[in-house]
């Protein structure tokens, strides 16, 4: 299966770059490839297409203005060099987020990525991108895997399809559903104590009626969480 793709890319080498990447690619044929947004708008609407690499910082028009006014949206592979758009770049959907430079190898995997959504063998999107072994975490951070130990995380916060894991010395956000990594995660060791919130038992310093305290932190316990979260914490008094 061929998948026609666009690429809307206002640097010339970056531009350049992604072009060749296509053209190594058997399953993937390039339609065109634009330094104008606004020409690129155009053939979408009249030509709909699988794929679209998309840059996020254009002077004519953002990558991220132009999916908010195209109807007809393909699949899209997000490009930039500023980590801060992903979070927005998801929001709106996209399949993927390619952070500049581009290696072929992270090319490879978003095409990947795109090609079993379109096929329909995988259905989870996001995917997941921690990995838990059995004393530690890798979390995906932008092009790197950073290992975390258990025991260095105090509780995880919850934004979408995001995750930030807070620990004693930094923090990492990453692409994560809540429910997913609440399901890897040690149940004698961290527990759900909100939708947005899972806390690292050892960490916790105070219990309160309505929230636990981790250091400075003080995270709510949401009321669908309350009666499991007080006879996790019962069993664990001293008698």
Do not use: W
Not at 63 to 70: E, N, P, T, Y
Not at 126 to 139: A, K, N, S
Not at 210 to 224: M, Y
């Amino acid at each position: 299966m061929k998948l026609n793709c666009i690429i809307i890319e206002d640097e010339p080498l970056a531009r350049n770059l992604l072009v060749d990447y296509v053209s190594k690619v058997p399953t993937l044929n390039l339609v065109q490839a634009f330094g104008n947004p606004l020409e690129a708008l155009e053939v979408l609407r009249a030509q709909p297409v699988d794929i679209l690499f998309l840059d996020v910082q254009m002077p004519q028009l953002t990558g991220i203005s132009l999916l908010k006014v195209l109807q007809n949206k393909p699949m899209v592979i997000l490009t930039t060099a500023y980590s801060e758009y992903a979070l927005e770049g998801y929001e709106l959907d996209v399949a993927d987020y390619l952070l500049k430079p581009v290696t072929f190898e992270r090319f490879l995997k978003a095409v990947d990525k795109v090609t079993q959504r379109l096929s329909g063998e995988s259905k989870a999107s996001p995917v997941t991108e921690i990995q838990v072994l059995p004393d530690y975490v890798f979390v995906k951070d932008g092009t790197k895997s950073v290992k975390i130990t258990l025991a260095e995380i105090l509780y995880v916060e919850g934004l979408k399809d995001y995750v930030t894991i807070h620990t004693k010395q930094q923090k990492i956000t990453t692409l994560q559903r809540m429910k997913t990594l609440e399901e890897q995660l040690p149940a004698d060791k961290f527990i759900r104590i909100h939708n947005s919130y899972i806390v690292a038992v050892q960490a916790i310093d105070v219990v309160q009626k309505n929230e636990v305290q981790i250091g400075a932190a003080s995270l709510p316990i949401g009321d669908t969480y309350r009666k499991t979260f007080r006879e996790f914490i019962d069993k664990k008094h001293i008698q």
